[in-house]
């Protein structure tokens, strides 16, 4: 009997370890392939845990996409200009852009005359221009609106020079004779404006001698120990450089500002852009204007450098410029001050002769006051 119970309990547990058996078998493959599904996965999560080469090359071709669609968002704008003062300001912004360091595509012309300028603004070949002060009123009746305002790049550039000693106050040029360019122009508005503020008759108190060319007046500077005349920079240094007879004896703007009971003052040049533009692409101007802000202080701030720049976009030879900068009111004013500075000049133009400001002064929305 005990042998019996002995062998059923063998055969029993041999059943039992075969049972055993057969399941971890069973099992196995299904334990084998979650690992396997696992281990499919882990190249995908490993870059992204580790932050490897693999992100480093993500990184890489993200920020080139970046720059790459930066590049595509300038905007392309068709900046003219006037040889002159008028330039000198944005000498900077020209050489930024033409290394291609500006945050849009800049274009520039630099003309010999506004009439070039003029043509372009108003067909669209120029979408900004820096144009006499005067020029931009005329154009804005003229396209009926289509041209704005947007700052005051220089101001007064004329001067009164001697070659004796005697001109102390405006008041001295009465009964002398006055040597200068500009006939039916802002210079002879200009000075018959001031001459008329000290109450001497431009007609009458004195003798205003118009030629064509500053070469002219220098010309005539050279041929006499007491000659005077009024002549614009850099003209003005042009000229004490080859004849050091020739001084400074009045700052004309200086003079006006000190009659100016409207806050107004000589402007001579501006900046203007097409309405049309302006509409369009009002982010990206407003971006030119801030780089032409810091192109304006760049000039006077750094004389030898701007002069060198000036001389290199043919506006200008440098030697005569290094000594003019500081004499040319080289600035960019916007807004309010803008407003007052140039719609009392304005005034005193149209005073004269309506036709200088295009026949009738400008609306208000002939400023652009951003």
């Known amino acids: 009997m005990k042998k019996l119970k002995a062998i059923l309990l063998f055969v029993l547990c041999m059943v039992m370890l075969s049972a055993c058996s057969k399941d971890s078998k069973d099992q196995a493959p299904e334990m084998l392939t979650d690992t396997e599904a696992a281990l499919t996965q882990q190249p995908t999560v490993i870059p992204e845990v580790t932050g490897g080469t693999d992100t480093k090359d993500v990184t890489k071709v993200d920020a080139n996409a970046e720059e790459e669609t930066a590049t595509k968002e300038k905007t392309d704008i068709k900046i003219a200009a006037l040889k002159g003062p008028t330039a000198i300001g944005m000498v900077k912004v020209m050489d930024d852009a033409e290394a291609g360091a500006t945050a849009n595509n800049y274009n520039f012309t630099i003309a010999g005359a506004a009439d070039e300028i003029s043509t372009g603004l108003i067909k669209g070949d120029f979408d900004v221009a820096a144009i006499p002060c005067n020029l931009a009123s005329v154009l804005y009746n003229k396209t009926e609106g289509k041209i704005k305002m947007a700052g005051i790049n220089t101001l007064g550039v004329l001067y009164i020079v001697e070659t004796g000693d005697t001109i102390k ?15 039916g122009t802002t210079p002879q508005f200009t000075l018959n404006y001031l001459l008329t503020a000290y109450g001497i008759d431009p007609e009458k108190d004195v003798t205003i001698e118009y030629k064509t060319e500053a070469t002219e007046v220098a010309a005539m500077l050279s041929k006499s120990t007491d000659a005077i005349a009024m002549l614009p920079q850099p003209y003005v240094t042009t000229v004490m450089m080859s004849n050091d007879k020739v001084h400074i004896a009045l700052n004309v703007a ?45 000039v006077n701030e750094n004389i030898e450098e701007a002069s060198a720049l000036v001389e290199k976009f043919d506006i200008f030879k440098a030697a005569p410029i290094k000594k003019a900068i500081p004499l040319c009111n080289i600035t960019l004013i916007q807004g309010d001050e803008m407003k007052e500075k140039v719609s009392g000049y304005l005034a005193a133009l149209y005073n004269q002769n309506p036709k200088s400001v295009g026949g009738k002064l400008p609306s208000d929305e002939f400023y652009y006051m951003q």
């Open 169 to 183: 106050t405006v008041e001295d040029l009465k009964g002398k004779t006055i040597y200068s360019t500009g006939l």
């Open 254 to 298: 200086e003079e006006w500002e000190t009659v100016s009971t409207d806050g107004s003052s000589v402007v001579t040049g501006v900046v203007v852009v097409r309405s049309e533009f302006l509409e369009n692409n009002k982010e990206a101007f407003d971006a030119f204007m801030t780089e032409y802000t810091a192109s304006a202080e760049f």
